[in-house]
């Protein structure tokens, strides 16, 4: 029986992919203790800067327009285009000057249109979360959410913020490296490493946000509860 449920699951998903955008898809992101970037999850292009406060450092990322796509699986093909007037990626992120979350008001926000998902398109907020913990390294920004909402916020449970590829604002073929946070952050004007002013980091990035929806269950719907209860009479039956 298990190896029935697992043919009809593949045969559903199979149907599913059909019309879905393909995409670039990223490899897997992580940084300790930030949850891996994963599946499902937003990508999309971002502008992002880093300013030097007296508090510690603010950073904003902003999407650029009809560049969102929500990656439902690793597998090429698997995913969908956020479209509308109203999409839009932000981030705003508040930390100390070691680097840690300053307060509680740092977020991620998607907003948009989901376009050929099963049923009727989301659109308005498709996702929203607090950033609760920060990491980086050279080449990547992490951090990880919580308090989850929106469309994509069906599930609770730990997921991620990821900012990577960095490149020169406007070239694409000029790779960067994050300075890292605390004392040498940009004290001089750099652009070798993206520092455009002192205290300001500029960057070309890309943005991966892990949101927690278990593909099978937004994307299957009531066809996996039907797998579930054929499984459940089986065993009845067995027994």
């Known amino acids: 029986m298990k190896t029935q449920i697992g043919s009809l699951f593949k045969a559903m998903l199979s149907v599913a992919a059909l019309g879905m955008t393909t995409n670039v898809f990223a490899a897997t992101v992580a940084l300790p203790p930030i949850p891996e970037s994963g599946y499902p999850s937003f990508e999309n292009s971002v502008q992002i800067t880093v300013t030097k406060k007296w508090y510690g450092y603010e950073l904003v990322a902003t999407g650029d327009a009809k560049d969102i796509m929500f990656d439902y699986t690793s597998a090429p093909g698997g995913a969908y285009a956020v479209s509308g007037e109203n999409e839009k990626f932000v981030t705003k992120a508040y930390l100390r000057p070691d680097g840690t979350m300053y307060g509680d008001d740092s977020y ?81 004007k750099n652009p070798a490493i993206g520092c455009t002013a002192k205290g300001v980091w500029q960057a070309d990035a890309r943005a991966l946000t892990t949101v927690p929806v278990p593909a099978a269950v937004w994307l299957l719907g009531s066809g996996l509860i039907g797998l579930m209860s054929i499984g459940r009479r089986s065993v009845k039956e067995v027994a």
């Open 108 to 188: 991620v926000k998607i907003t948009g249109k989901l376009v050929g998902v099963p049923g009727p398109d989301p659109s308005g907020t498709l996702f929203s979360a607090e950033l609760s913990n920060a990491a980086w390294n050279s080449s990547t920004i992490g951090f990880s959410t919580t308090d989850f909402g929106g469309w994509a916020a069906q599930f609770g449970t730990d997921e991620s913020l990821y900012f990577t590829d960095f490149n020169r604002r406007g070239a694409s073929t000029t790779a960067l490296t994050f300075p890292g946070f605390g004392s040498g952050f940009c004290s001089v």
